[in-house]
């Protein structure tokens, strides 16, 4: 049986995905990054191999997320594209009918807006991380509360309390605030989704015409206060996908699949590279004023990618051999 795998490097995660010929989801793996995204790429595969069928062949591979050329290279992906691309490929296939997607991951968030399937505006909020998860998770650590009862809490709230949500900062100290005067712990933290959905409304989705069906991707979809206070703002029903948190390497995976069909053959090197010494580096370019910080990757001593000039005059990528 053919599969087709997508996998999506994030700055917290790596999503790793495996989809049948008809697109249905074999297996889906969501690790955390921890810093070393080579090492967690490589366990996820491993994973991944053993917990596929042994019938399952892969006749295809892409990647996304900001560390798309890392992983595209290390697995020989037919195809690198950006997560604006693989979330909106991975919304259609859910709600084919969608015009809204809202992303937001650990460091960055996203918008996208479609008509008939086209994707035909977008934004990134990639230069404060105010409502991404990796705040949230930062503040559920202060409050001493597991991250996965922080959005049950919310609901749970019965007065309105105004939390600052513009920055991380005075987000952390009007929460401080509001707990020294006294109001109740699900009452902040309501104020606080509330006031990062006006934050990302405001700031990410600043002009655009926002229309149902709205699909809500990303890890911070996990969290029910975000998506009601989301409901509350907008007045239209939030969709959240049932894979929410892997949706970049659904689509990576299903634009792997119409890559290959049209090229007739994967790149993959298959799932031994998990046993391959892997390491990176980098230098600076005194071509010109710029002064580009390249970075490159080694298979034992070969370099075998090389990423992060402006002019691509150093390039090694899967787009560019």
Not at 95 to 108: H, L
Not at 207 to 229: D, R
């Amino acid at each position: 049986m053919k599969a087709y795998l997508g996998i999506d490097v994030g700055s917290v995660s790596i999503n790793i995905v495996v989809l049948n010929e008809a697109g249905e989801v074999i297996t889906g793996l969501y690790l955390r990054t921890k810093g070393r995204p080579i090492e967690v790429i490589q366990e996820g595969l491993k994973q991944t191999a053993e917990s596929i069928p042994p019938d399952v062949k892969i006749a295809g591979v892409g990647s996304t997320g900001s560390g798309r050329y890392l992983a595209g290279i290390m697995v020989g992906a037919d195809v690198i594209k950006n997560e604006i691309t693989a979330h909106a490929v991975a919304a259609s296939m859910v709600i084919p009918d969608v015009q809204t997607v809202f992303e937001i991951g650990g460091q960055d968030s996203k918008i996208i807006i479609m008509r008939h399937g086209i994707v035909t505006d977008f934004a990134m909020n990639t230069v404060c991380a105010a409502g991404t998860g990796s705040f949230l998770d930062q503040q559920a650590s202060r409050l001493n509360i597991p991250i996965s009862q922080f959005g049950e809490l919310a609901l749970k709230s019965t007065s309105q309390v105004r939390i600052a949500g513009r920055c991380t900062v005075f987000a952390e100290s009007d929460m401080i605030h509001k707990q020294q005067m006294g109001h109740q712990i699900p009452d902040i933290i309501n104020g606080l989704c509330e006031a990062l959905v006006r934050n990302y409304l405001n700031n990410v989705g600043k002009g655009k015409e926002i229309l149902p069906p709205i699909a809500f991707q990303g890890g911070v979809a996990a969290n029910v206060g975000i998506k009601a206070a989301f409901e509350k703002a907008l007045g239209f029903p939030i969709i959240i996908p049932k894979y929410f948190n892997v949706m970049g390497a659904i689509g990576a995976a299903q634009i792997a699949c119409e890559e290959v069909s049209r090229k007739g053959e994967t790149s993959f090197k298959g799932f031994q590279i998990t046993n391959l010494p892997y390491r990176t580096g980098s230098f600076e370019c005194d071509g010109c004023s710029n002064v580009c910080e390249v970075v490159e990757i080694f298979e034992g001593e070969k370099v075998i990618g090389r990423w992060g000039s402006r002019c691509s005059k150093w390039d090694i990528t899967g787009e560019n051999k």
